[in-house]
């Protein structure tokens, strides 16, 4: 399977604690998008990467959300000190680098936060 | 702020009857517009896409929208739904470079 992956597909996690997830975007997309869907609404942008430079932050990504893109592949999101409103979908998605391309979304990881 | 809105949360339609879920976004810029579902179990996945030209797109599995500039609207539309056509129904907007919103969704369900 050559889509978008993500790890773990589900985290549970007590209020308080880190979380990482991962994302392995297309091997041949330079650009990487992170969402958050909750409840009854649509993909809200977290983040975007082009290779490994973070060019866009949401307003929505508190100082206790941090994503890296390291060597320009795949991509890590941090949570530190989880709340139970990060509760959530968190997607990534990749796309190649014309303007407003296709973006390919991965599965997405849910996070519980009890 | 830029925005979409779609109309409906939920629709139900019985097999054969004809589909057509409002979008409606707020920007005043060049857009290119999307639609994207999700079958139950299943990833988003871009169901058609608008950059220029021709309003009238044309996606996959006989799904059309029509974008309308001065309405800023981009509606979906099939001329005869399936039972494998239920699912949920994303309207996105992109704005320029890398940015895409994403409305809230319609959950359509079609029965059999």
């Known amino acids: 399977d050559t889509g978008v992956s993500q790890n773990p597909r589900h985290k549970i996690t007590k209020r308080g604690q880190n979380v990482t997830f991962r994302c392995d975007p297309i091997s041949e997309h330079n650009r990487l998008y992170w969402y958050r869907q909750t409840l009854g609404q649509g993909p809200e942008f977290l983040t975007y990467?082009?290779?490994?430079?973070?060019?866009?932050k949401s307003r929505l990504l508190s100082d206790r959300f941090s994503a890296e893109r390291p060597k320009g592949s795949f991509s890590t999101l941090e949570i530190q000190r989880t709340e139970q409103g990060d509760s959530a979908m968190y997607l990534c998605a990749s796309s190649g680098s014309g303007v407003n391309n296709e973006q390919f979304f991965g599965p997405g990881t849910r996070l519980t936060v009890l | 702020a830029q925005s979409v809105s779609q109309h409906n949360h939920h629709v139900i339609l019985s097999e054969a009857a004809s589909l057509e879920l409002g979008c409606n976004y707020s920007?005043?810029?060049?857009?290119?517009l999307f639609w994207y579902v999700q079958y139950p179990g299943q990833h988003l996945q871009l169901l058609l896409k608008?950059?220029?030209?021709?309003?009238l797109v044309k996606g996959i599995k006989g799904f059309e929208a029509e974008f309308i500039k001065s309405k800023f609207s981009f509606n979906l539309r099939k001329p005869s739904v399936q039972w494998s056509d239920t699912a949920e129904y994303f309207c996105?907007?992109?704005?320029?470079?890398?940015?895409?919103?994403f409305g809230a969704g319609t959950r359509l369900f079609v029965k059999a």
């Open positions: 996105a907007v992109g704005t320029g470079g890398f940015k895409t919103i």
């Open positions: 608008y950059f220029s030209g021709d309003p």
């Open positions: 990467f082009q290779n490994e430079a973070q060019l866009e």
């Open positions: 920007y005043g810029g060049t857009v290119n």
